[in-house]
């Protein structure tokens, strides 16, 4: 008995039975080397041998065959007469080795795109097994599968083959490489003054090259816009309007082809209409001077010798001091001031401490709707008359009160006060 391994067949393997064995040495080898297959006969496909005697006798068969091929298939016959001429038909027929391998369209792709794997197995495998971890599908059994990764990161992908009777199995690390989407949040919803510029500081970007921020509404100017945080500054047209910005975002990697839009809106609150009345001119003796004329009411006074809305002529010494008026929107925390110039002077004559403005209007000019406020307590008779010295309106006043005009031309009228000993006249512009 002899056993050829290769024979410049590569791994093809054969052995052969000499005539001149008997059962014994085949048993014992068959035994030796795991041999299941017989030796000669009908079974596996052979052609029946010839000559065979059984009982303690010599074996007298033709020489009987198995070639067994790198791919695990075989084939096992009786050659006669002998030749190794027998076994070249066969060694043709076999094929290669099992050898799983494989092809990807591309390896490096931005998220939620598609893989095509390509099968270049040898060995004619009739199954594949695939394993896509963070694939969609994460296995296949098609011989060239499609598969999508819909997240970021590097995954390995494997390959089993197998015809049934081989198989093979191969892995590359790390074959796939996934970048990420970008991302972009410009921020939740603002609101600013129209007086008042912004800037965005809750918006965020992942995974982006560059960024960009565009007025898709609004007439204002942007600053850094290609920043994560733009300043707006409004125009004098974006008052009552909500003003749109864009926030665009580029990928980068495999994704730089990839943009991204997020919006913010931004309302732009009218900056509130604020007057203030022109002071009378005050007397240095004077402990304090109340300061009123400021409409809305409820704002606040600043300016040189102005503690807590009041006047003190002497902390601001003789001359002209410039009062500021601010009134702030509590609905929308927009403001706005006014200025007026008070004049100090030193009064000449006996000074009884107590004069003060009799009434104070406002707001000044007006539309035609204003307040007369009372400063002093008392009875008083007012008289509105226009450039002309004609009355447009009277009425009897023992406290302030709102005065709406609303058939009178624009123009500039005389509001008189007299409380019957004395007329007080301030002017009053209407511009409706």
């Not at 898709?216 to 920043?227: M, R």
């Not at 300061?291 to 809305?296: F, H, R, S, T």
Request: charged share 15%; aromatic share 12%.
């Amino acid at each position: 008995m002899y056993v050829n391994y290769g024979q410049g067949q590569q791994n093809v393997d054969f052995w052969g039975l000499s005539p001149y064995d008997d059962n014994v040495q085949i048993n014992n080898y068959k035994a030796q080397n795991g041999i299941t297959y017989p030796c000669a006969g009908y079974q596996g496909g052979a052609a029946a041998a010839i000559n065979i005697v059984i009982s303690g006798q010599p074996f007298l068969g033709y020489p009987t065959w198995v070639v067994i091929c790198p791919d695990r298939s075989f084939t096992f016959d009786v050659c006669f007469p002998p030749s190794i001429t027998c076994f070249d038909p066969y060694f043709a027929a076999c094929g290669p080795p099992m050898a799983a391998d494989f092809i990807a369209d591309q390896t490096q792709i931005c998220e939620t795109n598609f893989v095509q794997f390509t099968d270049q197995s040898i060995g004619n495998p009739t199954l594949w097994i695939w394993d896509f971890p963070g694939g969609n599908p994460s296995t296949s059994s098609e011989k060239n599968p499609l598969v999508e990764y819909p997240n970021a990161g590097q995954f390995d992908v494997s390959l089993t083959i197998t015809n049934g009777i081989a198989g093979n199995t191969i892995t590359k690390p790390n074959l796939i490489e996934v970048d990420p989407s970008p991302e972009v949040y410009a921020g939740l919803k603002g609101e600013t003054c129209v007086n008042e510029h912004i800037t965005v500081t809750d918006a965020s970007s992942q995974n982006t090259s560059t960024l960009l921020w565009q007025i898709v509404a609004g007439q204002g100017i942007l600053e850094n816009s290609q920043s994560i945080s733009p300043t707006y500054i409004p125009a004098p047209e974006d008052a009552g309007t909500t003003v749109t910005l864009k926030l665009t975002g580029n990928g980068s990697g495999e994704c730089a082809s990839m943009n991204v839009e997020s919006i913010k809106e931004i309302d732009i609150w009218q900056q509130p209409e604020v007057t203030l009345m022109p002071f009378d001119t005050i007397c240095y003796q004077w402990d304090e001077y109340p300061l009123v004329g400021g409409y809305p009411e409820g704002g606040v006074y600043s300016g040189t010798g102005v503690i807590d809305n009041i006047f003190y002529p002497q902390i601001a010494g003789v001359g002209s001091h410039l009062i500021t008026y601010q009134w702030v929107d509590l609905q929308t925390g927009c403001s706005n001031s006014a200025e007026e110039v008070i004049v100090v002077v030193i009064c000449s004559g006996i000074w009884n401490g107590t004069e003060l403005p009799i009434f104070n209007i406002y707001p000044n000019p007006t539309k035609g709707e204003f307040v007369v406020e009372l400063v002093q307590s008392g009875n008083y008779e007012l008289t509105i008359t226009n450039i002309a010295g004609i009355k447009v309106f009277s009425a009897y006043l023992n406290e302030s009160s709102t005065i709406k005009l609303d058939n009178v031309e624009n123009g500039i009228y005389n509001v008189t006060i007299y409380d019957g000993k004395k007329s007080h006249t301030k002017k009053i512009t209407i511009k409706k």
